[in-house]
Nanobody, 121 residues
Framework: QVQLVESGGGLVQAGGSSRLSCAASGNIFSINDMAWYRQVPGKERELVAE???????YYAASVRGRFTISRDNAKNTVHLQMNSLKPEDTAVYYCRIWVVVEPDIHERSYWGQGTQVTVSS
């Protein structure tokens, strides 16, 4: 089994910054891609940013230039640094990690529990 624990988030003023973290633990053989999604009520969950095991990153157009995804492979952790936050960034943010698990060495994806980010105008 693999567990993901998210931290960070909360209430922040428009123009401010916040940092999310997601740490994976359990029967991990290796970690492939790591990503952050977000969801607002009534809408589908959307991909915000993704980073490959080689460090290549992808960003949704709405956050490009403001958000930065990074990973610490030694700690099985992914971060999302969010700058210049806007009220429309308000959402529940979820991490998602593609893990090669032991002992069967198959890739599975796991979701974090979600953390609320609220940006006030």
């Amino acid at each position: 089994q693999v567990q993901l624990v998210e931290s960070g988030g909360g209430l922040v003023q428009a123009g401010g910054s916040s940092r999310l973290s997601c740490a994976a633990s359990g029967n991990i053989f290796s970690i492939n891609d790591m990503a952050w999604y977000r969801q607002v009520p009534g809408k589908e969950r959307e991909l915000v940013a993704e980073i490959t095991s080689g460090g290549t990153s992808y960003y949704a157009a709405s956050v490009r230039g403001r958000f930065t995804i990074s990973r610490d492979n030694a700690k099985n952790t992914v971060h999302l640094q969010m700058n210049s936050l806007k009220p429309e960034d308000t959402a529940v943010y979820y991490c998602r990690i593609w893990v090669v698990v032991e002992p069967d060495i198959h890739e599975r994806s796991y979701w974090g529990q979600g953390t609320q980010v609220t940006v006030s105008s």
